[in-house]
């Protein structure tokens, strides 16, 4: 129940902002995790934006709060710690360099997979700091990674 006690549709209150820490904290340290609606999410301050998704890669679970952010082709990622994959931090996009083996002086050139990591939104309102789950329908690769038995949050209690 609400505290004006009506009911709450619990699947909206999925989708219901949730603070997660302070502006100046943040903006500190660069990132942070958290836990929104018993999903684990790393939010990452860079270059002035705010930008948070699943803290496990889509890959192989890897911890993503634990990456570096570098550019490619001009966007921002965060690389995986152990494979070294590269998603965009925008988008959550996968990439990954090509080359077109048949032509000998072709250039590696930067190439998208899609959408794997899901992507939430970050408001901030008075200095604090919003994260809202995506409801996007579409699946995503890291879906899989952000059930209970990949938790690397630890609980309090």
Known sequence: MDPDGSEQDPEMKKY?????????????????????????????????????????????????????????????????????????LATGEGLYQSINPKDPSAKPKWCSKGIKQRIHTVTVDNGNIYVTLSNEPLKCDSDFYATGIFKVIQSSS
């Open 16 to 88: 219901s902002s949730v603070c997660v820490g302070r502006e100046e904290d943040i903006k500190k340290s660069e990132r942070m995790t958290a836990v929104v609606h018993d999903r684990e999410v790393v939010i990452f301050y860079h270059r002035g934006e705010y930008h948070a998704m699943d803290i496990r890669c889509y890959h192989s679970g890897g911890p993503l709060h634990l990456g570096e952010i570098e550019e490619f082709d001009g966007r921002p990622c965060i690389v995986c710690p152990w494979h070294k994959y590269k998603i965009t």
